[in-house]
């Protein structure tokens, strides 16, 4: 807000020397920029409905509205899944929203499902898209015991034939890496499965493309050991490293697990000093320390 109590919305651009711009903001609930350029997304209440969100999507540099979307239901989540895309999830539904042309409506990907479904104890943590656009994962934690025990979902569908898997996990992503040899590069999905009542879990590497001829389709997976001192530890992110064929997994209690993805050799467990609370897991106890 601004000296007189109003809306505003404050861009910081860290290309440019950290420079701010302030504009005039009075309904916005939330924004998010985009991965590489001055384009903003605005999600404001739907007063027209009396529900839901209006998006609006803002390229800064040419002073342009680019997309308007008025949607019933609430965006719970949202995330650039790449330089044309912005995933948006609502209380029932996962949309894709193009911002290279300007005249596509939102596309309805996927219904939630499973243990995705909407409730007062789950929450939606994370959504990726795989590089070719055939596959997507949505992600999601929920308790049955107030914050005590926190169980993962994944929704893994395929978009090209509307086929979906459901995994016990907590966090997943897609990538790609040269795993057979310095020439072909594969496609991958790792997630890390916890299943409910279970004590261990376990990274997982599928790869979903094609293999070199007479090759074995890769698949590696592997227990994750995560700190005896935060037993209620789980992932929240997973990102791979293309260049260098590695798995970074960062936990609710701020360590990053580094995997090596050929053989999924465990590399490293460091602390990066950040926890990272989902607001179901605030509930449950944390350590000292």
Known sequence: MDSNGAGQLT???????????RKPSNKAEGLIMHLTQNIVALKAPNEALGR????QIYNMDQKKKLKHVELSENIVYWKWVNTSKLAIVTNSSVYHVNIDDESSKEVKILDRAGGLVESPTTQI???CLEPAEKWSALFAISTPDQGKTINGHIQLYLIEGGRQQFLEGHA????????HNETFQSTLFCFVEK????????????????APEGITKHKKNTEIAYDPSFPSDFPISLVVAEKYGLLYIITKYGFLFVYEM??????EKLVVGVRATPRLARTASAPSG
């Open 11 to 21: 861009i910081v651009d860290v290309q440019k020397g950290f420079s701010v711009s």
């Open 52 to 55: 839901g969100h209006i998006l």
């Open 125 to 127: 943590i994370g959504y």
């Open 172 to 179: 997943c992503t897609f990538g790609k890496a040269y795993i």
């Open 195 to 210: 299943k409910a009542g279970e004590a261990t879990a376990k990274v997982h590497i599928n790869e979903i493309s094609a």
């Open 262 to 267: 050929i053989r999924l050799g465990f590399f």
